[in-house]
């Protein structure tokens, strides 16, 4: 027999370790729904997640090394396109699922008696087959030219977990203003397409003035695609301590803000949507 999951209507209740925990039967069915129903009975479910990243690589290398001329410091440069774009897009489809996943699950909030941060908790983590299958396709074409693995990859699996984070702290922000603003369903999407190209995905950190990469690193991103980038391809692309602090201590701020504001107005939701 399944346990029912309630708790007193208290506030930031969701914060509780305990209650999360009991909801993990709530997250295993929705993560297991999602991967249906993206990939179940499609035939170009698996082909598209493969070749939209070599899409997006093969415009960022006529771009930005064709026209812009960005330098490669010695690296093809579709390898510093796609050692970026395998953890961006982890992130943008999380962003996208986070800012509605409130909405779209609305019956699950009206009728279901559950910590709703489970349904952000889902959104962080959604699309993360697709982060391993594009982690395999950038793999394929270091194997093509002949780059060499070394033992930074192990640094992918911390990186992840704080994509995850960044994943989860926008969404807290991101969802729960829009069940007050339904305007977020268009803004998310331009946001995202401007973020593309004003992180370091096209080019590299170095490419910045360096008068600006300070606050450059304000943007969480900016650590992750940095970090990211130096597991994949090495010690040229090693991040600097201070960049990768500035960018966790923005990353702090945006988290703890968020849970405050999810926290504060997660009792209304399911009066709202």
């Not at 690193?217 to 597991?231: D, E, K, L, T, W």
């Not at 926290?263 to 949507?273: Q, V, W």
Request: proline share 4%; charged share 15%; with cysteine.
């Amino acid at each position: 027999m399944e346990k029912k999951i309630s708790y007193k209507d208290t506030g930031y209740r969701f914060m509780r370790f305990t209650l999360l925990w009991k909801a993990r039967p709530i997250l295993s069915h929705l993560i297991r729904r999602d991967v249906l129903i993206t990939y179940k009975q499609t035939i170009l479910g698996v082909f598209w997640t493969v070749l939209k990243p070599i899409m997006m690589a093969a415009i960022i290398v006529f771009v930005f090394e064709g026209i812009g001329n960005f330098p490669d410091f010695g690296f093809p440069y579709v390898l510093i396109a796609l050692s970026a774009l395998s953890v961006w897009e982890f992130f943008s489809s999380a962003i996208s699922r986070g800012s509605v996943c409130l909405i779209d699950d609305r019956d699950l909030i009206t009728r279901v008696n559950f910590p709703r941060m489970i349904l952000l908790i889902n959104a962080s983590l959604k699309n993360s087959i697709g982060l391993f299958i594009n982690l395999v396709v950038t793999f394929a074409f270091m194997l093509y030219y002949n780059i060499p693995f070394t033992v930074n990859l192990l640094w992918i699996p911390v990186i992840y977990f704080f994509t995850i984070i960044l994943n989860l702290s926008l969404g807290l922000w991101l969802g729960t203003i829009n069940v007050f603003f339904r305007d977020v369903n268009t803004i998310v999407p331009f946001l995202l397409r401007l973020g593309l190209f004003i992180s370091p995905v096209g080019f590299t950190f170095n490419s910045v003035p360096e008068v600006w990469q300070k606050l450059y690193c304000i943007n969480p991103m900016v650590g992750i695609i940095r970090a990211m980038r130096f597991s994949i391809l090495g010690e040229t692309f090693r991040p600097d301590l201070s960049c990768i602090l500035i960018g966790c201590l923005s990353l702090l701020l945006v988290l703890l803000s968020g849970l405050y504001i999810f926290g504060r107005y997660e009792r209304k939701f399911a009066d709202l949507i």
